[in-house]
Every structure is written in structure tokens, then in C-alpha cells.
């Protein structure tokens, strides 16, 4: 257990849906990460906040944004779903070394 | 952008071979990971290695930053060790993957 906890497990929804993806860091740490894994695209970087501001933005599309709240948890919002938005979804947070431990992600299928 | 290459794509073992990864990036980076994801799914940072060489049991790590490659070493491979290694390398705090070496430990 990696201490990092992301809700829900799986999503299915339909095309043109919004949806929200949660992640709770691990205690003390201050980064949070958001990536997508799909069959196509591999492992892909969206983005990162660290202690409440965005630090860095990899390929999130404009469709998606995140946010990370005072108590550091931190929520992907996800709109105007595609087909091709169907992927698993990690969440990672890490303390100031740069260690990333990641969440079990979220399993989301859009029909 | 930075390219990151991982050789082999796949790659079969018995139980108790060594094996070597390779990962190959492009340009200068702040740092690399090393990752292993599990059958499930799961994804575990392995190595944190923007330089030099760390060992953490039988698996360990050498990045040789001048030359922009990095290597993954596991020893006496076990059917646990199955899976995707991921290599990633950071540069301006974008991270980039590499697309996976795919190992398959033959009890």
C-alpha cells in the first residue's frame, strides 16, 4: 500500500459527460501528480501541483483541469468525455525528493 | 521534445536469470525514474536516479547522465519480478515515459 488513495476505482460514463477523479496524497507529501495510461498513448503526464499551485503541465487537453485544495487532496475534472478519453488514471504524490508513490488509479470507460 | 527509448519491448526469463534494461533519452535531463508495474496494474517507484549507480536488493540502477542512457539490473529473477518497467525523465518539470520494457518470468 503506497498510502496514496484515489476514488472512484472504476467510472463508466457516457460521451459528452463530465466527471471528477479524487486522489489523496500521502501524509506530508506536498506534490501531487495526475497521468493517463491508455493503450495508444502509453503513460502520459498531465499535470502537477505542489502545495496548492500548479507546478508543472504536461499533455493534459483543455477539456481537463485539476486542482489541489487546502488539505492537499487533489481532484481531476474531466469534461466533454470522448471515446478516446477511456484510459486509467494515476494519481502520484511525492515529498520534496522527488520519490513518487502512486495510487491504485481509476479505471474510467466512456461509452 | 526529449525521446526516451526502452530496449528490449519484451523480454522472457526463466526464474533466476539476470536480466539488463536499457533506457535511452535524447537530450539533458533534470532526473530519472526507474518504475515497475505489476499484472495489476499497480505502478511502484523503483529508482529515483538522476546520476550514478543505487542498489535496493537484488535489482539496482546506473543513470550515466553524460551519455544519456540509464540501465535497470535485476539479479535472480523471481515471477514477482513480471511486469512493465517504465523508465521517465524529467526536464522544466515535465516528465516523460518511455513506452515500457514488457518482462515475463517463466517459473
Known amino acids: 500500500d503506497s498510502g496514496v488513495t484515489q476514488t472512484p476505482k472504476h467510472l463508466i460514463t457516457a460521451t459528452g459527460q463530465r466527471v471528477t477523479l479524487r486522489c489523496s496524497p500521502r501524509?506530508?507529501?506536498?506534490?501531487v501528480y495526475w497521468y493517463q495510461q491508455s493503450l495508444d498513448q502509453g503513460l502520459q503526464f498531465l499535470i502537477q501541483y505542489y502545495n496548492g499551485e500548479e507546478r508543472a503541465k504536461g499533455n493534459i487537453l483543455e477539456r481537463f483541469s485539476a486542482q489541489q485544495f487546502p488539505d492537499l487532496h487533489s481532484e481531476l475534472n474531466l469534461s466533454s468525455l470522448e471515446l478516446g478519453d477511456s484510459a486509467l488514471y494515476f494519481c502520484a504524490s511525492s515529498s520534496f525528493y522527488n520519490e513518487q508513490f502512486f495510487g491504485p488509479g481509476t479505471r474510467l470507460t466512456v461509452l | 521534445g526529449i525521446q526516451v527509448e526502452q530496449s528490449p519491448p519484451d523480454l522472457i526469463l526463466q526464474e533466476g536469470a539476470n536480466s539488463t534494461l536499457r533506457c535511452n533519452f535524447s537530450d539533458s535531463v533534470n532526473n530519472l525514474q526507474w518504475f515497475h508495474q505489476n499484472p495489476w496494474g499497480q505502478l511502484i517507484n523503483l529508482f529515483y536516479i538522476p546520476s550514478g549507480t543505487k542498489q535496493n536488493g537484488r535489482l539496482s540502477a546506473t543513470t550515466v547522465a553524460t551519455e544519456r542512457y540509464s540501465l535497470l539490473y535485476i539479479s535472480s529473477s523471481q515471477t514477482t519480478d513480471s511486469g512493465v518497467y517504465f523508465c521517465?525523465?524529467?526536464?522544466?518539470?515535465?516528465?516523460?515515459f518511455g513506452k515500457g520494457t514488457r518482462l515475463h518470468i517463466l517459473p
Open positions: 521517465a525523465v524529467t526536464r522544466d518539470d515535465k516528465i516523460i
Open positions: 501524509s506530508g507529501d506536498l506534490s
